[in-house]
């Protein structure tokens, strides 16, 4: 009698167990399927390449050994950086420049404007395409923007050098060629970069201002302040945290771009991209470090070069972490355009 | 008190020409280049010669000849444009198809399943949205090689619509999991109560309800293949195996000087998926916002 009760105890427990055992292992095969892609491919696509640029940037690998990877593990490129090459210097020169002035459109003049699209302007229709204006030039594919950019700065058939003559601008002042003439040439780069960064702010500033609550304005409008007073006393302060956002964010994403500069200089110089962005004076970091790896083919060196910026990336990145918290880093991502 | 109605009156006005003068100034005349650059682009497609970029002197469909004849310049015959085209599109829709599949998958994943290292997954997903992976392109480089998919034409291309995917699927996996987090329980409740599994639950009953989430991230991934350069550029040295872009690219510096007619009619050509899903995703856009159920 005992026994049997006891077995039959027991009995239920084990089965408890496999019972426990299949929802957890169903549980443990739905997680598979629906994890493993996703993890497979961060895997292959994100961390594999960090992982290797940094182990790279300790090597001296370059088209001799790329092929047997029969590599020495070195310390001279991080040298090279900070003592060797000549050409670091202006390189740094003319990053720092670039950052800061796009940077300057991106989060002060896209605040401007923002406060001017989505307070001034009362006519919504107007509005809407004035914004939608803006948002061209990040919604064309880049070689088109390269391609419309070439044509407007071409000093026989454009329209830069006619516009600007129109304007009153002395003929002689006007470059032969924009993309060539060094002060010309990186101030083409800076505005070039800036109407596409300018979109970013407008999309994040303009929802941030139309959530402005209307009775403030209202009340600050009655007492007789001016749009001016508005715009500076109540839109602004509300939008601490959108301008941070907004900094923060192109100040990692303008240290990495060099992807519309090749376009631009690389097409228009017929090709070949690595003469004529040093001659013109707009290498910036990220693309020296590319044309390091796929003009000198110093994987190695071009690695290190890379290093940096992934090492300020994940710098910034955990700064970011820190000062918005998880909350906030995640609402923007769904107005992406 | 009479006159100072009349100042404050004179000064609403000079603050209305002020204000008029500050959106003219800074939302409005910066555009001017653009503007012009898009009609341009229209008009010098179906125009053999134009004034001033923007007057067209006469009709005519030359520019667009590259659609039946091949190109020349000088000695040098460019890859005919179809095969350039079907490249592109194959890469477009591998890069959409990729993205859909993992993300709807890793999507569902993060929003409806408790696992272990859940916030940790979702946190790693946002810092990879912040990281520029355009830095990473030497490494990518290397890996293809390792792989032994360089320099072998369509294989390359795959393995460039692979590593496309994977650099675009953060983001996606993002957008997806906000559907997925929309959908009340219940629903799932219902399903699983009827004696359905979970996948089962998954595929008929939670699917179908973020059919437009998937269809605005199959639309901007597709996007994002169509307008991919830098990977092509670098990767692919066989012009057989080149994309719209990377064929525009090589072209805008022979033809800058003879042709300019060509470059536009071929970029408006590029162009069209572009502009037509453009259209199309406002609409998708619109039903998410209005249609389906929000939790």
């Not at chain 1, 923060?248 to 240290?255: G, H, I, N, R, V």
């Not at chain 2, 100042?7 to 409005?28: D, E, N, Q």
């Not at chain 2, 994977?166 to 996996?173: Q, V």
Request: with cysteine; proline share 4%.
């Amino acid at each position: 009698m005992l026994a049997k009760d006891q077995y039959l105890a027991y009995l239920n427990k084990v089965l408890g167990v496999l019972k426990e055992v299949k929802t957890r292992f169903g549980r443990f095969i739905l997680l598979t399927v629906f994890l493993t892609p996703l993890l497979t491919m961060m895997a292959l696509a994100w961390i594999s390449p960090v992982v290797l640029t940094i182990y790279l940037s300790f090597t001296d690998l370059n088209i001799q050994n790329l092929l047997t990877f029969n590599v020495r593990l070195t310390l001279e490129n991080f040298g090279k950086i900070f003592k060797y090459d000549p050409f670091v210097p202006e390189v740094l020169r003319i990053t720092v420049m670039y950052v800061t002035s796009v940077l300057f459109i991106n989060a002060i003049y896209s605040l401007i404007l923002s406060i001017v699209l989505a307070y001034l302007i009362r006519n919504e229709f107007l509005s809407i395409f004035l914004r939608v204006s803006w948002l061209i030039p990040r919604i064309t594919p880049g070689i088109i923007y390269a391609l419309m950019w070439n044509w407007f700065i071409d000093p026989r058939s454009g329209l830069l050098n006619p516009l600007l003559q129109a304007l009153g601008v002395p003929a002689e002042w006007l470059p032969r060629s924009w993309l060539l003439q060094k002060p010309y040439s990186q101030l083409l780069m800076i505005i070039v970069n800036g109407y596409v960064g300018a979109s970013f702010g407008m999309i994040v500033y303009t929802a941030a201002i139309k959530s402005v609550p209307d009775d403030i304005i209202h009340a600050a409008k009655v007492d007789g302040a001016s749009d001016l007073q508005v715009a500076r006393h109540i839109i602004i302060p509300l939008l601490k945290w959108p301008i941070l956002f907004v900094t923060a964010w192109q100040t990692l994403s303008l240290m990495a771009s060099y992807e519309q500069i090749l376009m631009i200089w690389g097409s228009g110089g017929g090709g070949g991209y690595r003469g004529i962005t040093r001659a013109a004076g707009v290498t910036v970091w990220a693309l020296y470090s590319y044309t390091k790896a796929f003009d000198d083919f110093e994987y190695g060196y071009a690695s290190a070069l890379s290093l940096l910026l992934v090492i300020i990336g994940i710098a910034l990145i955990i700064l970011y972490f820190k000062i918005f918290g998880f909350r906030r880093l995640m609402e923007p991502s769904k107005v992406e355009v | 008190m009479a006159t100072g109605g009349r100042s404050s009156r004179s000064w609403r006005y000079v603050s209305k020409v002020l204000k008029v003068l500050v959106i003219l100034g800074v939302a409005v005349i910066p555009l001017i280049p653009i503007w012009s650059m898009v009609a341009w682009l229209a008009i010098q497609s179906f125009s053999k010669k134009v004034t001033l970029g923007l007057v067209p002197l006469g009709l005519s469909i030359e520019n667009w000849r590259f659609l039946w004849s091949p190109v020349r310049a000088g000695l040098k015959e460019y890859p005919n444009i179809w095969p350039v085209t079907i490249n592109t599109l194959l890469l477009a829709l591998g890069v959409s198809m990729l993205v859909v599949l993992v993300s709807t998958l890793g999507g569902y994943a993060i929003s409806r399943i408790d696992f272990k290292g859940r916030t940790l997954l979702m946190e790693f997903i946002i810092a990879l949205h912040a990281f520029p992976s355009i830095i990473l392109l030497i490494a990518l480089f290397i890996i293809l090689n390792k792989l032994g998919l360089y320099g072998k034409g369509i294989i390359t291309l795959i393995g460039i619509a692979i590593i496309k995917a994977g650099l675009e699927i953060p983001m996606s996996t993002w957008i997806i999991k906000g559907f997925f987090d929309s959908i009340p329980w219940d629903l799932e409740w219902a399903a699983l109560v009827d004696g359905c599994s979970r996948l089962k639950a998954w595929k008929s009953v939670i699917l179908p309800q973020v059919l437009p989430g998937i269809a605005a991230v199959a639309i901007f991934s597709f996007l994002a293949g169509w307008s991919e350069f830098l990977l092509v550029f670098t990767y692919v040295k066989d012009e057989t195996y080149y994309t719209l872009p990377v064929l525009l690219y090589h072209m805008i510096g022979e033809f800058k000087f003879i042709d300019w007619g060509l470059l536009a009619a071929m970029g408006l050509f590029y162009t069209i998926p572009t502009l037509l899903f453009f259209t199309l995703t406002q609409k998708v856009l619109l039903r998410i916002y209005v249609g389906g159920v929000k939790g």
